[in-house]
């Protein structure tokens, strides 16, 4: 585990251990800002939208679902067996940022791409694909597998993990506007909230002392074996 830096290290300190991803993610702000100062949603949003092809409805049918809670739980139970306190981050901070995406959809209630453009242009939708109509901004996939990038860049410190981290939840956003669920300002937003509440969360739990015990070193299968 990344453990580079005192439990008391301030938050600019601890963050550190996650340069390469918070570059690419500075610069995939700057992009979706500039583009979004450009263009309008729409604009945007059609022209990924339009860019569709059979085998890749196909794909990111399937990738997108990387964004889902079940996805990360289903990780954390893998880590059972390997050591608590990695499932332990993975349930928290998957917790911690769904928690203040659903208050903050809750809050604005930004229509969908597909409630915006009912009475406007045509939007490309995969055929038998259910779409959702309410609560779009921010991103809940986006948020949640930002979320679990940046948490496994802190079990799995190498720098050179990152980098792919990264780029499969940049997919994982993406595909979001190509399946027609939202707009790209919803992948901007959902991509720094996820980042920032998972490494908020993070930091917590480390300047906290229980964190550090030995017996969250411990997995299922020694408990079992000492039964």
Known sequence: MANRYSYKS???I??????V???LLIIFQVLGITLSAIYSQAELFLAINRLHHHIADQLFMVITHLGDWPVTVGLASIFLFINYRYTLVLVCTMLY????TQVIKLLLKHPRPAI???DLDPIYTIPH????NSLSFPSGHTTCVFALAITLSYIFPAQRKQPWLFIIALVVALSRVYLAQHFFKD???GSLLGTFFALHLLWLLERASWFHSQDLNRNLLQFLRSR
């Open 10 to 12: 301030s938050l600019p």
């Open 14 to 19: 601890f963050i550190k251990q996650f340069p």
């Open 21 to 23: 991803f918070l570059i």
């Open 97 to 100: 940022t769904g928690f203040f």
């Open 116 to 118: 915006y453009f009912q």
């Open 187 to 189: 992948l901007l937003a």
């Open 129 to 132: 694909y259910v779409l959702q």
